[in-house]
Each structure stands twice: as C-alpha cells, then as structure tokens.
C-alpha cells in the first residue's frame, strides 16, 4: 500500500531555514510526480511545489518562489523542501501527495511553525 511519511518540521525563527523529508513505499516513486501542499489554520489546503518523475521539471507557488526548493531522490524514494527565509506566514501543517490512478494519497503531515 501507498505509504509516505514526512519528517523536518519544527520551530523556526523568522529568517530562518528548514528541510522537510517524505519518505515514500509501495509505489513506482520514480515514476510519479511529487508534491508538497501546506495547510495553515482557518485556510484551505494549497499547493506549494511539485516535482516531476525525473525532477526535470519543478513548479512552485508564488509566495515561495526563490526561498523554497523541491527536490527528489528516485534510489532513496524520498522528495525534499528545502526552506529557506522563512516568514510567519509559512506556518502550516506540510503534506507531500502523489497522485496514483486518479487517486491522491496524503502523508500525515508535518507542522512548520515561524515564529519569534
């Protein structure tokens, strides 16, 4: 079965930097695009960055744009976020998804706070 794990969350001073792990099993990981979503309190679930199969191609929302960075490692079956310059607002709970046979698979997340 689909599993993934993230990991990397914390407390984080504005300013600061941090790298979110998902481990993945029980699919093709190098076959599929990856995601990171973010859920903050009161707010809809939002899409932060995806990553295709090869990692060839990578997207990212505009309000992370040039302080986030997704990355993969197909022979570890693991996608990174690596966080950088981190603002109040980044606060969220952090979920990788991928999507198989039209089905989406969420991990359980992981909390991000920034905060002085």
């Known amino acids: 079965q689909v599993q993934l794990v993230e990991s990397g969350g914390g407390l984080v001073q504005p300013g600061g930097s941090l790298r979110l792990s998902c481990a993945a099993s029980?699919?093709?990981?190098?076959?599929?695009?990856m995601s990171w979503y973010r859920q903050a309190p009161g707010k809809e679930r939002e899409l932060v960055a995806r990553?295709?199969?090869?990692?060839?191609?990578?997207s990212y929302a505009d309000s992370v744009k040039g302080r986030f960075t997704i990355s993969r490692d197909n022979a570890k079956n693991t996608v990174y976020l690596q966080m950088n310059s981190l603002k109040p607002e980044d606060t969220a709970v952090y979920y990788c998804?991928?999507?198989?046979?039209?089905?989406?698979?969420w991990g359980q997340g992981t909390q991000v706070t920034v905060s002085s």
């Open positions: 029980g699919f093709t990981f190098s076959s599929y695009t």
């Open positions: 998804k991928v999507r198989s046979n039209r089905y989406d698979y």
């Open positions: 990553i295709t199969s090869a990692g060839g191609s990578t």
